[in-house]
């Protein structure tokens, strides 16, 4: 049987947790032993959702693929827009590169993905549930004849987008997602199978990090993946398959937020009540921000106002001008229309927020008790990638990784070309042909 690849994401499970023996997770764990293991995977910058899956199936940073952030702004409405949830654009409207999924499709193998972020509209995937918030959307986009099928069996899919908004209920959407994936394990068999769980990352913003909540959602995850790795064995395609285990970013705790919005209103540089109106926008990203400077005519002025203020202001770590964003694997400002005139970034314990703090710059009324989104640098941000299969070198140690190097490993399993990477073959976890 042709080998053929699984790839699923643990949203946010950061390098720090597998080590912790409070962290119960035997499947994950098992695979460890018997597969390959990179202890520390370095994301993407800013460190968020969207652009870090983005990576993970490109091989390439931001600056390449063209999802800049889960937030950004529209320069011609002056309005915040979201990547987040997949509301305003499809896929080919916003990734600028190939897929793993869209090479493996016209290579002729089965594609699915399921909650994978950026698929919306994806042509090439064969078996689509996209990642949204909305029901509405869920019902428009996921493959017709899949979502009917799959409706059939009596699963709730009606309740994706309930679920998928109300962190309460996340755990009843990867149980939703494990089911779809079974599934599609018995039924459809295809050769690449993406697949996103969201429990652990919606946990630790609402809890923070390492708190009783994140380690049993960790705990539950695993079971998850217990019942995924079950149903491959029942159909006898666990040995052919390569299962890849990874996160895209890790967490860091937090105290204050600080309100760049909230220091441009008190400069006259920003209107609440009617921002279409405001010569500056700062975007939220966590622990980044983007600020946007929509005056031409006073442009380079305000620039140099607004980073004189943020470097001023509480928690505020620091602010990278367009001169920077090559560096940090981000375009420059005049290649993507997304893309800020600056980069706030904010320190341990704070993060940024553009709504909230009423007359506060910065407060200690913290949208989130964790997060991420800062510098990928920092050892709190990794994540980890496991691997397991007929192509896995078993007993294969990494220390350190990067999130751009699953796409081209995976491709080279699979036998396709991704060419012009930012990321490298992880050539040593591979097994050699005999």
């Known amino acids: ?53 983005t990576t993970i199936v490109t091989g390439v940073f931001p600056q390449k693929h063209g999802v800049l952030g889960n937030g950004i702004a529209d320069r011609s409405s002056r309005q915040l827009k979201e990547h987040y949830g997949d509301r305003f654009w499809t896929k080919e409207q916003v990734v600028r ?33 996209p990642e949204f918030y909305e029901q509405e959307l869920f019902d428009s986009y996921a493959t017709p004849l899949f979502w009917k099928e799959i409706k059939t069996l009596g699963l709730p899919v009606s309740s994706y987008g309930l679920w998928s908004k109300d962190h309460p209920r996340g755990m009843m959407q990867d149980w939703l997602t494990t089911e779809v994936v079974k599934h599609l394990i018995g039924k459809q068999k295809p050769g690449l199978i993406l697949a996103h769980f969201l429990l652990a990352d919606s946990f630790q913003h609402d809890y923070g990090t390492r708190s009783p909540e994140v380690f049993w959602a960790l705990e539950y995850l695993d079971e998850r993946l217990g019942q995924i790795i079950e149903k491959l064995k029942e159909e006898g395609r666990y040995d052919s398959t390569n299962l890849f285990v990874v996160s895209d970013h890790g967490f860091m705790d937090t105290h204050s937020a600080i309100h760049p919005n909230v220091l441009f209103q008190q400069q006259g540089w920003y209107d609440s009540v009617s921002p279409e109106q405001s010569r500056v926008l700062a975007v939220s990203n966590d622990g980044s921000g983007y600020i946007y400077v929509f005056d031409e005519e006073y442009k380079d002025e305000l620039l140099a106002a607004i980073k004189k203020l943020l470097l001023a202001t509480e928690g505020v770590a620091a602010v990278f001008e367009n001169r920077h964003f090559s560096g940090l694997g981000l375009p420059n400002v005049k290649d993507h229309p997304h893309q800020a005139d600056l980069i706030v970034e904010a320190g341990p314990g704070y993060l940024i927020q553009d709504a909230g703090g009423e007359d506060q710059a910065v407060s200690r009324q913290c949208a989130k008790k964790a997060t991420h989104g800062y510098l990928p640098g920092n050892e709190q941000l990794k994540g980890v990638l496991i691997a397991h299969g007929p192509n896995i070198q078993p007993g294969h140690i990494l220390s350190e990784g990067h999130i751009a190097d699953i796409a081209p490993t995976i491709a080279d399993i699979l036998g396709i070309q991704l060419t012009d990477t930012d990321g490298k073959i992880l050539r040593s976890m591979i097994k050699l042909e005999e």
């Not at 080998?3 to 994401?9: E, G, K, T």
């Not at 290579?107 to 078996?127: E, L």
Request: proline letters at 9%; aromatic letters at 10%.
């Open 1 to 53: 049987m042709k080998p053929s690849v699984m790839l699923i994401c643990i949203d946010g499970m950061a390098a720090y947790y597998l080590p912790d023996p409070r962290c119960k997770m035997p499947n994950l764990r098992k695979l460890i032993t018997k597969g390959a293991y990179v202890e520390r995977m370095m994301s993407t910058y800013p460190s968020v959702t969207w652009p870090a899956h």
């Open 97 to 129: 590169v190939p897929t793993l999924y869209d090479l493996a499709h016209e290579q002729g193998i089965k594609t699915a993905a399921i909650c994978w972020p950026v698929t919306r509209g994806a042509g090439h995937i064969d078996f689509n549930i």
